[in-house]
């Protein structure tokens, strides 16, 4: 596995990192036996980071991952997790509810810190409580030493350009906007190394677009990005190359983003993900399927408050 520095941390992730949401059971029913052995794996495979968080199946995702982080030395993973975000229409982003979900969290996890607390989506939140409660509260969990560092995830990219103007963080967390069909997040890289901010994408596969199995119900993708997505997937089944493995070496071939989160709950899926990091991309495929999703280039959905959503690009 390749490992690249998060920012001005000092932390070196592996470009394929482990993301738990499959762990709470959030796409399909999984058996925890088995995602306790994808975890294991996931680590024996270099992909030493795992990411999660109290929302992903309201709070199964970190007890099963707790568990399976049972009796593994703390200082052979880096771990991260989110506050604020409790269920789908759940959010809390006052200064007492952050400080309590860390604590809520590090119990669940087993662990006496964390490497990287997150708020979650906070697009959700008005901004004025983001900087002045929530913010705040991971500060103060940093000065007692119960995170390592902060950092704030959202869909939507202007609110990170938002936040950060005004409340420096360590790391910022963006999902759907490094992939195949959506490469947007590479406007916000140069302010970002500027100001030595980590960067952690994720979702290379757009929450499942890019799979070629059948969408949940929920999934927000609008149908001219399903089909763009659908017609990629016939061409590399025509051409004998699998759509998830040219998506996650697209994602992890970029220099400038350190890591890719990538969720599983199944060992042969997450070992295979970090084969397919390891290898490099058929180019001529590459180019094609890049020119098929064209159509859906850049193309996203609304997360949160309308105020948050200025730039996304719909159709």
Known sequence: M?????????????????????????????????????????????MNYLDVSPYYGLLKAERVLGQA???????????????????ENEFDFSYSRIIRSAEESMR?????????????DIEFADVNQILGEALPALEELKAQGKIRYTGI??????????????HPVDVILSYCHYSLNDDSLTELLP????????????????????????????????????????RAHEFCEANGYSLPKLAIQFSVG?????????????????????????????????????????????????????EHNEEVRLV
């Open 191 to 230: 302010e970002l190394a500027a100001a030595g901010t980590g960067l952690v994408n994720a979702s290379p596969l757009s929450m499942g677009l890019l799979t070629g199995n059948p969408l949940p119900a929920w999934h927000p993708a609008t149908p001219p990005i399903r089909e763009a997505c659908r």
């Open 254 to 306: 970029h220099s400038g983003i350190p890591t890719t989160l990538v969720s599983t709950a199944s060992a042969e899926n997450i070992c295979q993900n970090a084969v397919y990091a390891m290898e490099e991309p058929d180019m001529e495929i590459m180019k094609q399927v890049l020119e098929i999703l064209k159509p859906a280039q850049r193309i996203s959905w609304i997360s949160g408050r309308p």
């Open 108 to 120: 669940r996890l087993h662990t006496d810190y964390l490497d990287i607390l997150y708020l979650h």
């Open 153 to 166: 995830s959202a869909l939507p990219l202007s609110i990170f350009k938002k936040v950060l103007k005004e």
């Open 69 to 87: 982080l049972k009796g593994i030395p703390r200082d052979s993973c880096i771990l991260s997790t989110k506050a604020g975000r409790y269920g």
């Open 2 to 46: 390749k490992y690249r520095r998060l920012g001005n941390t000092d932390l070196n992730v592996p470009v394929l990192s482990f993301g738990a949401s499959s762990l709470g059971s959030v796409f399909h029913a999984t058996d925890d036996g088995e995602s306790v052995r994808t975890v294991h794996t996931a680590l024996d495979c270099g």
